[in-house]
């Protein structure tokens, strides 16, 4: 079932077992946008059939948020227009070569180009796949791009992230919601996880810009601005306190600084952000 958020905005939950990352809908009085594509067939055909549900306009546009294969594989599923920033483009390429029977995903796997999950989820949810090719985006936007639904606007802008250099948010202003993708994550390098230090204030400005109340993410479904404060606030208060690939110095360096321990979460992001340095010294 489609979750709504107001009477223009719906989501599709996330669900972490299968992978399958918030999907978003936004309808204005001609035309309806999506967010995301899902991971794969089987999650575009199952968000299409929640969105027939409803009595709302066609959709006419797909935003995809990043190149990440959860939030595009399932994109052919839907006839709408394709709509990435250029970085993104680039990197989707790579995937529109590719073959989708067992032995091509097996060999992308062998040569880290494809997770093992992935694989694992396209053999679940992607059946009758052996000529499939991924679609090309059809609108390839630089900065920013406004779309008017008809009496409702979308602007979509490539920000700086700490997760993925080519991530894109919606942003509707008359509600006051954005859908952030994935941008607010870390990311995994070389089997590190990591939060890319030097994007973090720059990408929190990015987001704040914007007058939103409502946050969607990724993995996360719904955020209210309270929460999202408090992720920023452990989120920069970790980051201070790491100037090098010492987890000790940071530790300390954050006792000192605040006069505590840090919280489960603020360990959390100071060891990322570790991880972080250990990564740019690599
Ligand atoms: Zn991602």
């Not at 309808?27 to 946008?33: E, K, R, T």
């Not at 499939?132 to 639904?149: G, M, Q």
Request: hydrophobic share 35%; with cysteine; aromatic share 10%.
């Amino acid at each position: 079932m489609l979750n709504k958020l107001s009477d223009t905005i719906y989501y599709l939950s996330n669900q972490d077992d299968r992978e399958r990352p918030t999907l978003g809908l936004v309808c204005g009085d001609q035309y309806s946008l999506i967010i995301d594509s899902g991971n794969s067939t089987q999650h575009a055909k199952d968000f299409l059939l929640e969105i027939e549900k409803l009595n709302v306009p066609p959709v006419k546009y797909m935003v995809i948020t990043h190149a990440h294969w959860d939030h595009f594989l399932g994109m052919n599923e839907f006839d709408a227009t394709v709509i990435v920033n250029s970085q993104t483009s680039e990197k989707i390429q790579e995937w529109q070569n590719y073959t989708f029977d067992d032995s091509s995903l097996q060999k992308y796997v062998n040569t880290n180009q494809m997770s093992a999950m992935c694989m694992k989820i396209i053999q679940a949810d992607m059946p009758n796949r052996n000529s499939f090719k991924l679609n090309s985006p059809d609108v390839i936007f630089e900065n920013t791009l406004t779309i008017d639904l008809g009496k409702k606007v979308c602007i979509l802008e490539r920000i700086k992230s700490t997760h993925s250099d080519d991530s894109t948010i919606v942003y509707i202003p008359d509600e006051k919601v954005v859908f952030l993708g994935d941008c607010a994550y870390g990311t995994t390098t070389n089997s590190l996880f990591h939060y890319k230090q030097s994007l973090l204030l720059p990408m929190i400005e990015d987001i704040q810009k914007y007058n939103a109340e409502m946050f969607l993410l990724g993995h996360e479904s719904i955020c209210d601005s309270e929460e999202m404060n408090i992720y920023w606030k452990e989120l920069t208060t970790a980051s201070q306190v790491v100037k090098c690939t010492s987890l000790e110095n940071a530790t300390k360096r954050f006792m000192a600084v605040n006069k505590r321990d840090p919280n489960d979460n603020e360990l959390f992001f100071i060891k990322a952000f570790v991880n972080d340095h250990i990564i740019q010294s690599q």
